[in-house]
């Protein structure tokens, strides 16, 4: 191995993370482009468009930190609720770029309009179900299990034809127990069932489906929200351990389980920011 490919262990890959405009998709993605490949960034908030919460952050932000990374980075808008935006951005990378190695769903948008203590509904993470308007319960399945169930099935086909690929899908592990709200439990819940069956269903044809678990990261939601202090680790923390999955040659031993990004920093041996292994996270013992 030469010391060029093993500093660029994604040279000539590539790879798309879907909801990188921000938080974990973006870490993800500037990690992926550290590792020298080819990343396409998506995502709602665009410098040409409306934008997130009326956040600042944009994908194109995102793709111009990939290419400083040392990576390429490819802008692209979509919704990842839509299926037709969907299905015309895996359209739209196949004909550019001929194949998918590395497929990385952080979308998540159970989250938007929460200032660190109440969702514009009134009602606070955690609170009982009998006192939360269930109509949050539509919009975190739609943002999260629906949009992965969507890019999943678009870019399946391309790499069962190759035999070959890995898809990631950002959640948290929930076998530990309830994670604190009946929402985010159920949707992170369904999300990871999806992960299992398509794990199940692409295998015979050389293709994997994971989930990565993080743990209470910082991103800038939650540093806006006044929960730094909280958090456990940077969006770079999660970033290094899909770069390291990406670029394993034995991924399939993997396939269908939820992995803890603190388990992977120890097995891969790679750190967050601080150069630190942050411990595993748990809701409940935050």
Known sequence: MTDESAQKPLAGKICLVAGASRGLGRGIARALGH???????????SEAGPRTD??????????????????????YRCDHTN????DQLVAWSLRRFGRLDCVVDAVWGGNEGYDGERYP????FGAPFWRRPVARLGQSFESG???QLLLARAVAPAMVQMRQGLIVTVSFDTAGGYLG??????AKTAMNRLTLAMAQELSPYGVTALGLSPGHVLTERVRDAGMAAETTETPLYAGRAVAALAADPN???HAGQVLHVADLARAYGFTDADGTQPDRFSLQNS
């Open 35 to 45: 590792a020298g490949g080819t990343v396409i960034v998506t995502g709602r908030s």
């Open 54 to 75: 009326q956040r600042s952050e944009t994908f194109e932000d995102t793709a111009r930190e990939v290419e400083a990374a040392g990576g390429r980075g490819e802008p």
């Open 83 to 86: 299926e037709r935006e969907v």
């Open 121 to 124: 509904d009134g009602s606070a």
């Open 145 to 147: 299990v629906y949009a």
């Open 181 to 186: 709200d009946v929402f985010y439990d159920l």
């Open 251 to 253: 991924i399939a031993r």
